[in-house]
């Protein structure tokens, strides 16, 4: 047999394999149960508009106040692991290993209820605003280190080059090394903020106000009020709103990036 023949022969048995898989679920699926319990019209009209007021919209909000946020101090973080002060060195890289290797949930916990008893301290805008500032804390981490690989990316000539023409370092860096830098990161950067909207989730632990509410938790308190998941559905779709053309966005981004190169 030629191996043309085989490979055509091994996708068909795949094809057959992923139709008679999709055959069995909907032959077996019980489609009552289903749409009484996660595709209930009643309930899911009921979600609109508070799902797009309210919770989408406190997505969107604490999605760009952390990204924003994790980005200036994800700045900060690579210029500090990039310079020649050994100090500075050593506080970067604790800081991105620490809050890398810690889970974003415990971070926020600790943010929302550990560290105000520890030391008095009130968070601005309550627990929500504890939870935002431990989302930057941990975003930043990743940031740094996306930035700090792009910096890196850029050719030495461009720093040779810029010297030559009497720039200073300082200068060099701002002017040249980080606008190239920029378009080097900025499809991870804008991948960071797909993962972030999903990570604004996590804030249901510090506890919400109802206006407060994201969609995970306006989500959550619909099952709770109707006993029925139609409302994890109904977040479900506005999350795919949301996310669906950034994804589309990082994928040009990194082709447009791969003709350039």
Do not use: H
């Amino acid at each position: 047999m030629k191996p043309s023949t085989r490979r055509r022969l091994f996708r068909g048995v795949l094809y057959a394999i992923f139709i008679a898989a999709v055959a069995a679920v909907v032959l077996l699926a019980d489609w009552q149960a289903i749409q009484t319990n996660f595709l209930n019209p009643e309930v899911f009209s009921e979600q609109f508009p508070a799902i797009i007021t309210t919770a989408a919209k406190n997505t969107v909000v604490y999605t760009v106040i952390a990204f924003i946020g994790g980005l200036l101090l994800g700045l900060t973080l690579a210029l500090m692991k990039l310079s020649p002060v050994a100090p500075y060195r050593w506080v970067a890289t604790i800081y991105i290993e620490l809050f890398r290797g810690l889970p974003a949930l415990l971070v926020i916990f600790g943010f929302a209820f550990a560290i105000p008893i520890a030391f008095q301290w009130r968070p601005p805008g309550g627990t929500a605003g504890a939870g935002l500032i431990a989302l930057i804390i941990v975003s930043a981490a990743y940031m740094a280190e996306t930035i700090r690989a792009g910096i890196e990316a850029v050719p030495a000539g461009q720093r040779e080059a810029a010297r030559s023409l009497g720039m200073n370092p300082s200068w060099t860096m701002v002017s040249v090394v980080l606008p190239q830098a920029v378009r080097i990161v900025t499809p991870p950067l804008t991948n960071e903020l797909v993962i972030l909207i999903k990570d604004t989730s996590l804030l249901f632990i510090a506890g919400m106000a109802l206006s407060q509410r994201e969609l995970t938790t306006f989500a959550r308190d619909g099952v709770s009020q109707y006993a029925n998941a139609t409302p994890l559905v109904a977040a479900a779709l506005m999350y795919l709103i949301i996310t669906l053309p950034l994804t589309q966005l990082v994928a040009r981004l990194e082709k447009r990036n791969n003709r350039s190169r």
